[in-house]
């Protein structure tokens, strides 16, 4: 890391930290400068409680959610010979806040400390909202790599806010598709009582009437044994209504949904939160290099590859990539030949950018919502059995707009 | 998964020797002036761990088991044997054409994909899928050699006649890795667009094409200094950019036409090399990959790897003569007949 390549990376308004670039420039000796190299920072949250792992009763561990970091990991050891290619070397600098930390200061202090602009956030929604609100002004690149919410590609927008995981709204749309496709127009909802349940029955339920699928129920249920509310917590009972063609499950919890499939009263299909689940990434995805990436996943990692591991190494791609292609202004010294945050964010934003996201069509972002487009897979617990957009569904631009919030609609202003 | 073949195809083959014999007379007149060897065309089928074996009635005469997602395919030097890379056993295995016995298996060769032999006839250049390197195979000693960090998912491997430089695709990196195979070492990366796959070269060498799958397009490099230096875009008729995957080409031995298999895009395209402009799109099977001329050039045959066949394309009428359904997800043809 040079000395110069650290000050550009600077906050604005940080006085005292320019001077001590200003002296490190002129201490650090020429010869530094040779061994060039880029930082992106991955910033988690000591005992997330989101990564504890969810115990069921009788200590089966049904959900144990992983932190995205290996992806990123995995994404940074792809882009060693990347960075050959340039004499360049990335760098991934892991940190993890303390409970007494602030994360958009953190931000800024990691920023001036190691030069980088580029943060994956992997934080509580709360604290993802509030730092990218803090830090809305300033010159980061930071990526959600976490959160579905369509919130933060809505009103909570901020333009350098970038999302690799695909938002609610374009996973049920790949959902509500290939519904529509396979003619099951009708739909039972069960909505279960967490905050989460709410939020994707909700997006379900946009999608569904987005692409012509009637909703014929939306039945509550609980997670109990209580006689004097079978009706929302029986099966049988839930599912006795007339005209359904597929359950969708809005469970986010699972201690309920894993006993849905094989119990409805009709013979129905269950999709959602079990069953048929629409998801950024699967690891039994076998097509456009997939099996390749999922390998060396394991490899590194001793566990299947998920939605947030991919999109947390689609985010370190997205930025070797705009590296890689960057093409320095005429007279640009060794020192300057590399892109800023506002040069970055025009690149990930253009229509140059061509990611290979391993899910055939070739990703970009969204220059409205900053949202990574984006195939998604439609999955059971051990095969991916569609690929979205579904053919068919076809966009004037781009058919993978079929998916998620389209520019006309977008709630995001910058 | 075992290299051995079952005994049924034995008497397969003996069937198919004393159909080839009655037939020589008859085919004589569709064979190709000069041609020698077999005739077989043998398809590797990366998903049903097995290699079809076609004649050259394009009957598939015989399937053989063998290791474990076979991938590439490529003769020996003197053209008595092929090698087959299986990824899932890390295994190359030798196959004698005449017999269809497996005579040999290099084993811990980390994930071979695909392959080019040296024109020394002794050394193979593997790109190791998923250690992220180029390998050389020793296939005297059965030793691996030398190693070459490339970027992820290497794939497609091309000599210089001369054997002087190897051109390696690493998938993941779009990176072009320049070998200087005297020096043993890498002396150019050159940026690609994405997903380079495959490379042929013009007879006079002066070209380096590349397949870049995500592109959509063709790259070309000048050998001399190793700079892109044009690209050929694809684009059949009522399809986006994103359906057009190109992935295996071949360019005629008189440098003048080249054959592009495009992928998702269920075409070939044919292209004059000269003017760089695609002159014709031939509608071929799903996700159309692995591309192989007979010796006369007058036969293209394309290995389809979503829907299970070849299509078998008339290079003259540049139309395809038939379909010939082979094993599960066929990715690399090999064809016996010079």
């Given at each position: ?320 990539e705009a590296i890689l292609r960057h093409e320095p202004a005429d007279g640009a010294t060794p ?35 900053r949202q990574l487009r984006q195939t998604i897979l439609l999955h059971t617990h051990n095969a ?31 | ?338």
């Amino acid at each position: 890391m040079t000395a110069d390549l650290r000050c550009r990376f600077r906050a604005p308004a940080r006085v005292a930290f320019i001077i001590v670039c200003a002296l490190a420039a002129a201490i650090l000796p020429a010869t530094v400068r040779a061994a060039e190299s880029y930082t992106l920072v991955y910033l988690g949250r000591e005992a997330d409680r989101a990564y504890e792992p969810a115990k069921a009763y009788t200590g089966l561990i049904l959900r144990d959610r992983k932190r995205p970091l290996d992806g990123a990991r995995v994404g940074l050891r792809e882009s060693r010979v990347m960075g050959r290619a340039l004499g360049l070397k990335f760098a991934l600098e892991e940190r993890m806040l303390t409970p007494s930390q602030d994360a958009a200061d953190a931000v800024r202090e990691i920023a001036a400390a190691t030069g980088a602009s580029v943060f994956l956030l992997d934080l509580p929604l709360e604290e993802l909202t509030a730092a990218a609100a803090a830090l809305a002004a300033e010159p980061y690149i930071l990526f959600n790599v976490r959160h579905g919410d369509d919130f933060l590609r809505g009103a909570a927008c901020a333009p350098g806010l970038f999302h690799t995981l695909p938002s609610d709204a374009m996973v049920m749309d790949a959902l509500a598709q290939y519904l529509k496709h396979k003619n099951w127009g009708n739909i039972l909802i069960l909505q279960g009582e967490e905050a989460g349940d709410a939020r994707i029955a909700k997006a379900f339920q946009a999608s569904a009437k987005k692409f012509g699928l009637k909703i014929v129920a939306v039945r509550p249920f609980k997670l109990s044994n209580d006689p004097r509310i079978r009706d929302q917590n029986n099966i049988r009972l839930l599912t006795a209504v007339r005209g359904y063609d597929v359950v969708f499950l809005a469970d986010t919890h699972g201690e309920f949904g894993r006993y849905v499939p094989f119990q409805t009263l009709l013979p129905r299909p269950v999709v959602g939160t079990e069953g048929l689940i629409a998801d950024a990434w699967h690891w039994t995805w076998e097509r456009h290099g997939a099996p390749q990436l999922n390998q060396r996943f394991r490899k590194r990692a001793d566990y299947h590859m998920t939605g947030t591991q991919w999109a947390a190494w689609a985010a370190v791609r997205a930025v070797v990539e705009a590296i890689l292609r960057h093409e320095p202004a005429d007279g640009a010294t060794p020192d300057t030949r590399l892109p800023d945050a506002k040069a970055l964010r025009t690149f990930l934003t253009s229509d140059r950018i061509n990611l290979d996201l391993y899910k055939g069509n070739p990703g970009s972002f969204r220059p409205w919502d900053r949202q990574l487009r984006q195939t998604i897979l439609l999955h059971t617990h051990n095969a991916v059995v569609a690929r979205a957009p579904i053919e068919g569904f076809l966009h004037q631009t781009n058919n993978l707009d079929t998916l998620g919030t389209d520019q006309a609609t977008s709630a995001c202003r910058y | 998964m075992t290299g051995t073949h079952r005994r049924p195809e034995v008497a397969s083959a003996r069937l198919l020797l004393s159909f080839l014999m009655a037939g020589v007379l008859s085919l004589s007149a569709a064979l190709p002036a000069g041609a020698r060897g077999t005739g077989l065309i043998f398809v590797t089928n990366e998903k049903s761990n097995t290699i079809s074996v076609l004649d050259s009635s394009d009957r598939v005469v015989a399937t053989m088991e063998t290791c474990a997602r076979p991938r590439g395919i490529h003769f020996n030097s003197d053209r008595t044997q092929f090698f087959v890379g299986c990824a899932d056993d890390s295994v190359v295995a030798v196959y004698d054409i005449a017999t269809k016995a497996l005579v040999r298996r290099y084993r811990d060769i980390e994930e071979p994909e695909t392959f080019d032999l040296h024109p020394d006839g002794r050394h193979l250049y593997i790109s190791n899928e998923e250690e992220a390197e180029a390998s050389v195979l020793d296939l005297e000693t059965g030793e691996i050699v030398a190693g070459y960090d490339t970027g992820e998912e290497p794939e497609g491997v091309l000599f210089t006649a001369d054997g002087g430089l190897v051109f390696v695709a690493s998938e993941a990196a779009n990176i072009v890795h320049v070998i200087d195979t005297v020096a043993g070492e890498i002396i150019k990366d050159i940026l690609v667009d994405t997903r380079p796959r495959r490379f042929a070269l013009t007879p006079d060498e002066k070209q380096l094409w590349v397949s870049a799958e995500l592109a959509g397009i063709v790259n070309i490099i000048d050998v001399a200094s190793l700079e892109l230096i044009d690209d050929i875009v694809f684009l059949p008729t009522g399809m986006r950019k994103e359906e057009v995957t190109p992935v295996d080409l071949l360019i005629t031995r008189d440098g003048r036409r080249a054959y592009v298999a495009l992928g998702r895009a269920n075409h070939v395209a044919v292209v004059d090399v000269a003017a760089r402009k695609v002159e014709r799109y031939i509608l071929v099977g799903k996700r159309a990959w692995g591309l192989a001329l007979t010796a006369d050039e007058r036969r293209l045959y394309v290995a389809n790897g979503l829907s299970d066949d070849l299509s078998i394309i008339d290079t003259e009428r540049l139309q395809v003569l038939k379909s010939v359904p082979v094993g599960q997800v066929p990715y690399g043809i090999l064809i016996d007949d010079r």
